[in-house]
């Protein structure tokens, strides 16, 4: 019974199309990390403003600190080397010390060994030099994917299998041509079927049909094939007049050509906290190492937090918007991989402002299902990791009580998780195809999540039994999933779908352990 709740998830190839125009021209990269309101001077007048930043905006960077202001990996291991070089201390004695501070530590404090990145040591950001880039081909059809998106799927064409391909490559080779082509039977009717198209996303989207089904699963799309032309117009326009309001300098400010974001009519707070983030989001990405991605990023960011005041820009959004930006601006690109290789300030301006605005409008909609992990206190977050500390008791028993035995909080940790939605642990290829399945399940941002978080950890069960507080909290925050490729989600996935379809709803004191659900697979 336990067998049928696991599905089957297919490992696509990435399939490269053939048109050829090249959009790339002899120019150099944007030059990173220039004024704002200098980079709209130079994209719309109508957001005419200067070169320049105060000092005080200027961005700084303390190597014992991450983007949080919380402790870094690098901070922590330097601490353990001095702890371990004083007579008398031992690795014991450094367990304790960590157990004293967390049992008397307020909430933030326990958080604070949790916020850094830990796929990578945060260092200082590192932006391309400037080059003639290697050149994207944009799709010749684009304005007609601009208008409706549903263009776009004639153009999905199938390469032939590769000569010598072996029988294994060329099953996988058709099975990816009947999925998709499933799903553009699904995508090309007039009144699409919702609970159809979500069944099938639960097992990955197919990166050609990705971004409609993405906006269509978030309900920013219209089902009706007859609405979708004018709702998405509609809504571009909104979202560009709402950033108009929100960056047009008053008459003053035009005069004072050293404004203060005050002085341009900004919350200063919020955008001198976007204005430090964005630089650090992916920065291992050369995709979001662009002027034209960043201002990008930061307008969508800004425009959500006034708009949402009860909770404002909370670090780690900025994150959540760039599976949005990155899957969005593939639609217009024949080659799949975005993340090298072009500079989006070469782009047509309507085909960056239509990305910018669908992924504004798709964040808002994600955050409405998950905004009490943003508002003061953040007490969706807090509920969450006390849930996984309770569901993990329940699946891996052991694992629960070893951590309790080495003084390990699971705030500590998973604060992140729920935070980023792990995000800072996996890939943002790997994200996209979480995210696949996330909108195919029913609040799967949250609830489903969960289950996630639980067999993520669990995961690594066999390491951390024979870990003590330090190292626990060492590993928890390096996690070897650096070379995880699309099959290790998927697995992760299944394994948290059974889980949920195990513990959701069930009382409290049924207890299933990992080895009983091993024999019930056997």
């Not at 991450?66 to 367990?95: A, C, H, N």
């Not at 201002?295 to 959004?317: F, K």
């Not at 798709?362 to 509920?383: A, F, S, V, W």
């Not at 889980?499 to 352990?513: D, E, I, P, R, Y």
């Amino acid at each position: 019974m336990v067998r049928a709740l696991i599905r089957v998830k297919v490992n696509f190839q990435q399939l490269e199309t053939t048109d050829s125009t090249l959009i790339a021209s002899d120019g150099a990269y944007t030059p990173p990390r220039r004024g704002y309101s200098n980079f709209l001077s130079s994209t719309d007048g109508a957001w005419e403003a200067e070169d320049g930043r105060d000092e005080e905006d200027a961005l700084t960077y303390d190597e014992d600190e991450d983007e949080f202001g919380l402790p870094s990996i690098t901070s922590m291991r330097r601490k353990s080397k001095r702890l371990q070089s004083k007579p008398g201390k031992d690795q014991g004695g450094i367990v304790s010390d960590h157990r004293k501070g967390t049992s008397s530590a307020s909430a933030s404090a326990l958080w604070a060994l949790d916020n850094g990145d830990v796929a990578e040591e945060r260092a200082l950001p590192t932006y391309p030099s400037a080059k003639k880039i290697e050149g994207k081909i944009l799709r010749p059809q684009y304005k007609d994917i601009l208008q409706d998106p549903a263009n776009s799927l004639h153009l999905i064409s199938h390469p032939p299998v590769l000569p010598g391909a072996t029988a294994k490559e060329r099953d996988a080779h058709a099975s990816r041509i009947t999925r998709i082509n499933k799903f553009k039977k699904i995508l090309q009717a007039s009144s699409i079927n919702l609970p159809e198209l979500r069944n099938s996303a639960w097992s990955g989207l197919p990166s050609e049909v990705r971004a409609m089904s993405w906006q269509l699963l978030l309900g920013y799309l219209p089902t009706s094939s007859e609405r979708r032309v004018a709702t998405l117009d509609r809504k571009r326009r909104e979202y560009l007049e709402g950033i108009r309001q929100a960056f047009e300098r008053p008459a003053s400010a035009t005069r004072d050509r050293h404004s203060t974001g005050r002085g341009r009519g900004l919350d200063e707070a919020i955008w001198h906290q976007i204005s430090i983030d964005v630089p650090r989001t992916n920065p291992h990405l050369e995709l979001y190492s662009y002027e034209a991605t960043q201002r990008s990023l930061e307008r969508i960011l800004y425009l959500w937090a006034i708009r949402h005041p009860a909770s404002g820009y909370v670090q780690g959004i900025n994150d959540l918007v760039t599976p949005f930006w990155q899957v969005f601006l593939g639609q217009y690109i024949t080659d799949p991989n975005v993340e090298t290789g072009m500079d989006p300030g070469q782009l047509p301006r309507p085909v960056l402002d239509a990305v910018e605005a669908d992924s504004f409008w798709c964040l808002t909609k994600l955050l409405e299902g998950i905004q009490d992990n943003y508002i003061h206190m953040q007490p969706g977050i807090t509920r969450q990791v006390s849930a996984l500390r309770d569901l993990t008791a329940r699946i891996d028993g052991a694992l629960a009580r070893h951590m309790e035995q080495e003084g390990v909080e699971f705030i500590q940790f998973s604060f992140r998780w729920m935070n980023c939605l792990l995000m800072r642990e996996v890939s943002v290829r790997n994200t996209i195809r979480m995210w696949d399945t996330y909108l195919a399940e029913d609040q799967g941002f949250s609830a489903f999540h969960l289950y996630v978080c639980a067999a993520f950890l669990v995961k690594w069960s066999s390491q951390l039994l024979h870990m003590d507080f330090q190292e626990i909290m060492m590993f928890l925050q390096s996690l070897p999933t650096r070379d995880w490729t699309e099959k290790d989600v998927e697995l992760l996935l299944s394994e948290a779908f059974i889980w949920k379809s195990l513990f959701a709803g069930s009382q409290a004191h049924v207890v299933k352990t990992r080895d009983a659900l091993a024999e019930m697979l056997l």
